[in-house]
């Protein structure tokens, strides 16, 4: 028998079914970027405090610098994260039927709107009492720390802005709400440990 | 039975020679090294404040990657376990279906 003509009878098996992914692509990539941000953040954080305890006095704002609006940054942090609450239930109501998340979305980037807008006028407070960067370092990180968390609160309300468009349009998918809430909940939750940090 | 050794070969002992200069600075090195530790930020500060700062944040920033890194795995291996079961309740549905 001729090598070329043998032939071997082979039960063909079913091809395998191809498994789930377990995660979205875009929520792997969202995730890997806040690990990097957390870490922004806590280096940030750290250099605060070390600078901190090395105030003579141990008096936090050092003297002939204005103090931070406690209260005031209360309120506005209580609508930050009322505003995550918000979006985990326009998530939720997304699960069961698309269009029921639009109202608790637009809900979510009101409240976040009005955290950045209510920043920004306590930035112009504070400028107006004379808090630069370079008036002092308890400026420099004031400006540098919160200033970060607002340009990332900036981004992410873009991007659910974005997200409540396609929503509208019929055309959002639920990776896509996952990967952008997955943005808006780090921003949400690391901002009381900058609070309780420069704020406290 | 000839004893030559081959040229392309290093010996032994030449080898060991060659560890002699990078272990000498190596032990150099060492010598010396308490002087670096002293221009650790936290060895000279003689505040408490200060040294426990410095204590604490070097152990949030070594723990934390860590812990994100080991929270990751698990959050994976939970939501492994989850697609598993789901795929193996719709196997059951359909097989029983099909039945």
Redesign the interface.
């Known amino acids: 028998m001729a090598a070329g003509s043998m032939t071997m009878d082979v039960e063909r098996r079913p091809e395998p079914?191809p498994?789930?992914k377990?995660?979205p692509d875009g929520v792997i990539g969202m995730?890997t970027f806040i690990?990097t941000e957390?870490?922004f953040f806590?280096?940030l954080i750290?250099a605060h405090?070390?600078v901190?305890?090395?105030v003579e006095s141990?008096m936090w704002p050092p003297f002939g610098q204005p103090r931070l609006p406690v209260e005031e940054t209360a309120v506005n942090t209580t609508a930050l994260l009322v505003s995550g609450v918000v979006l985990l239930l326009a998530w939720f109501a997304f699960k069961r039927e698309p269009q029921r998340a639009k109202i608790p979305l637009l809900i979510s980037i009101g409240l976040g709107a009005f955290f950045v807008l209510f920043q920004g006028a306590e930035w112009v407070a504070l400028l107006g009492e004379g808090l630069t960067m370079t008036s002092s370092t308890y400026g420099a990180f004031f400006y540098l720390i919160i200033g970060a968390h607002g340009l990332h609160a900036l981004g992410a309300l873009i991007a659910l802005t974005w997200a409540f468009v396609r929503l509208d349009k019929g055309r959002l998918t639920s990776s896509e709400l996952a990967t952008i809430a997955a943005f808006w909940y780090f921003v949400v939750l690391v901002w009381p440990v900058l609070y309780w940090r420069v704020y406290l | 039975m000839t004893n030559k050794t081959i040229p392309a070969v290093p010996s032994t002992r030449r080898g060991i020679g060659r560890l002699i200069a990078p272990a000498v600075l190596a032990l150099f090195a060492l010598v010396l090294l308490p002087d670096l530790a002293h221009a650790c930020p936290v060895c000279f500060d003689a505040r408490d404040e200060n040294r426990q700062a410095f204590i604490a944040t070097a152990v949030f920033l070594s723990v934390l990657p860590l812990s994100l890194v080991a929270g990751a795995g698990l959050w994976i291996r939970r939501r492994s376990r989850e697609v598993d079961a789901e795929e193996a309740r719709e196997r059951e549905e359909r097989e029983h279906s099909e039945r």
């Open positions: 079914e498994r789930r377990l995660v995730v690990f957390l870490m806590s280096g750290s405090t070390v901190r305890s090395q141990q």
